[in-house]
Structures are given as structure tokens and as C-alpha cells.
């Protein structure tokens, strides 16, 4: 099955620091070499968000005391009241975005300035069809230990963690949340005006999470990083090619 027909909604990094993130750390600027569109500081909180522009994306940034996610997600629609257009959803195929972000980590993460002890990859591909039963065709088509019916199934949530062995780590979390999902929005022109429903959206749906253990006491070396989130990577690749594998 050909892994150039899902597009990205959203491809999120996460590190889970097992001490504190450096307050000079700059992970926006260390990481895109460019300036963010906007900052938010809560220094009281310890949360930080930047954002801004990305590729043909968006990016965001978020540091709380527990986790930093690195986001990247569609690029906002142009908003134009008097053509109200549903936002964006996707933005390109997501083994191009993938690639894209690939190509930028991996010496990003061998300079961290502080120590992790977990490492998570996540984030929603989609398949969009003409109705409802041509995405549970694509559900028959990627799932293998469910028989999905396209005539009569609807309401189909199957999550499932099939874990796999990893080179450095005990183990990964390969966790993968299949559906099929309508999407559908109203544009409100003026306060005379009742709101304008726009064209739906049938869209199959793989949302994936690969991580390493929950448990994990010890901490991950700096030169694991990258080799970790390649073969995270490499599942998620083997997700979007030849759904799910049960073992």
C-alpha cells in the first residue's frame, strides 16, 4: 500500500526532561534558526510558547516542567467572511513532512542541554474520500484484526498497542488509533445573518504514538537520541505503508 496518500494534520516530538530545562534554552531558535512569530511566558506556571511559520506548516513549541513538544501543524486559511472556507486541515503528504522534520532533529537533539529519560513521536495522518463508505474502505484495507464491513460498519474507534523490540531501549509503544470521522464547520458572516454550514469532509483517520516505556529509570545518553527517534520513525513509516501488523 503506497504511504504517499496519507496527508499531515499534526506531527508532535515529545521529550520528557528528568531535570530542569535551562531558562537560557531556546528551542525555537536552536531548532528552526529562525524567529518565532510569537512568545508567551508564564514564568510562574514554567510554561513557554513559541510559534510561528514552518515549511509549508505552522510550528509550535510548549515547555512545561514535565514535557517539551515540538508541533507542527497546518498553516492557518485565509479568512475571508464573505467566502467562508472550512480551515486548514492537512498540509501535504505526511511522509514528506516527516522527512522534512527528520532531516532537521537529529543534531538538535545530540545538543539538548539537559537529560531525558523518555522520548514520544505522535501525531494524526488522514485520507480524505468522497463519503463515508469509501473511508471505511480504507479502514478494511489498513486493518488487519478487525473485519470492517464499509456497507454497514460506522462508529469504528479501534486503538491497539502492538510493542516492538528496540535496539536501545527495552522496547516501544507502537500505539495506533484508527476511525473514520466527518468534518464539517459554520462560518458566521454578520449578527443578520444565520451561520453558513460548509461542505463536509470524510476523512480516515491513523493516529499514532510511538514512545518509549513509561518506566524507564534510567536516563537516555545524548548519542541514543537520534537512533531512538529514527527507528520511532520507522514505525511510524511502517504504520502509514502496511497498517497495522499484528504480532
Same mark, same amino acid.
Given at each position: ?10 506531527i ?30 508564564r ?10 511559520e ?25 479568512i ?6 472550512? /480551515?486548514?486541515? $492537512? ?9 522534512? @522534520?527528520?532531516?532537521? %532533529? +537529529? !543534531? ?85 445573518? /444565520?451561520?453558513? $454550514?460548509?461542505?463536509r ?6 493516529? @499514532?504514538?510511538?514512545? %518509549? +516505556? !513509561? ?16 527507528e520511532m ?15
Amino acid at each position: 500500500m503506497p504511504d504517499d496518500i496519507w496527508e499531515a494534520n499534526t506531527i508532535r516530538l515529545t521529550l520528557f526532561p528528568v531535570e530542569p530545562i535551562p531558562p537560557s534554552f531556546d528551542a525555537w531558535r536552536t531548532l528552526f534558526d529562525a524567529e518565532p512569530d510569537t512568545e508567551e511566558t508564564r514564568a510562574k506556571e514554567g510554561f513557554k510558547r513559541q510559534a510561528g511559520e514552518y515549511g509549508s506548516g505552522a510550528a509550535e513549541v510548549q515547555y512545561t516542567p514535565a514535557r517539551l513538544d515540538v508541533i507542527i501543524i497546518p498553516p492557518p486559511a485565509e479568512i475571508n467572511p464573505a467566502q467562508p472556507v472550512l /480551515p486548514n486541515i $492537512t498540509f501535504g503528504p505526511i511522509v514528506e513532512r516527516l522527512r522534512e @522534520f527528520e532531516n532537521l %532533529t +537529529p !543534531e538538535w537533539l545530540m545538543n539538548l542541554p539537559f537529560r531525558i529519560n523518555r522520548m514520544a513521536i505522535s501525531g494524526n495522518a488522514m485520507i480524505e474520500k468522497d463519503t463515508i463508505q469509501e473511508t471505511y474502505e480504507v479502514l478494511k484495507e489498513y486493518i488487519k484484526s478487525v473485519d470492517v464491513k464499509p456497507a454497514t460498519m460506522r462508529e469504528l474507534l479501534y486503538r491497539i498497542n502492538w510493542q516492538r523490540p528496540a535496539t536501545l531501549v527495552e522496547y516501544y509503544n507502537n500505539i495506533q488509533f484508527w476511525s473514520s470521522i466527518v468534518f464539517q464547520g459554520q462560518s458566521v458572516v454578520n449578527d443578520q445573518m /444565520p451561520p453558513v $454550514t460548509m461542505q463536509r469532509k470524510f476523512l480516515a483517520q491513523l493516529q @499514532f504514538d510511538v514512545n %518509549t +516505556p !513509561e518506566d524507564r529509570a534510567r536516563r537516555l545518553e545524548a548519542s541514543e537520541l537520534s537512533p531512538i527517534f529514527g527507528e520511532m520513525l520507522a514505525l511510524v513509516r511502517e504504520a502509514l505503508t502496511d497498517g497495522e501488523r499484528p504480532l
